[in-house]
């Protein structure tokens, strides 16, 4: 089991950027496909992006493609969310997730086998 713990979030200004980073312990790290997730109050967890194993293959959800990019690096079992251009409707608790399925399963809730604790991104107006 991949434990996950996030850091990075904070307040920004719309416009601004900010980049989250998410940690992950074990040894499995490279073996499992990596995503972020977002969830806004009163609203359901969504899914924001993907990433491949290798890191090869990327996926985004419509709402973020072009302003956000997911990265990892396998030799520092870490992965990252760099947030550009943020608009007030970003703000949520984002959360780290991992999947032992493929890379675009990982937009599916059920397919994620570990969580991260939540880091809070904030965007004013």
């Known amino acids: 089991q991949v434990q996950l713990v996030e850091s990075g979030g904070g307040l920004v200004q719309a416009g601004g950027s900010l980049k989250l980073s998410c940690a992950a312990s074990g040894r499995t790290f490279s073996s499992v496909a990596m995503g972020w997730f977002r969830q806004a109050p009163e609203k359901e967890r969504e899914f924001v992006a993907a990433i491949s194993r290798s890191g090869g293959v990327t996926h985004y959800a419509d709402s973020v493609r072009g302003r956000f990019t997911i990265s990892r690096d396998n030799a520092k079992n870490t992965v990252y969310l760099q947030m550009n251009s943020l608009k007030p409707e970003d703000t949520a608790v984002y959360y780290c997730?991992?999947?032992?399925?493929?890379?675009?399963?990982?937009?599916?809730?059920?397919?994620?086998?570990?969580w991260g604790q939540g880091t809070q991104v904030t965007v004013s107006s």
């Open positions: 997730a991992a999947s032992h399925g493929t890379t675009g399963e990982v937009r599916l809730v059920a397919q994620i086998a570990s």
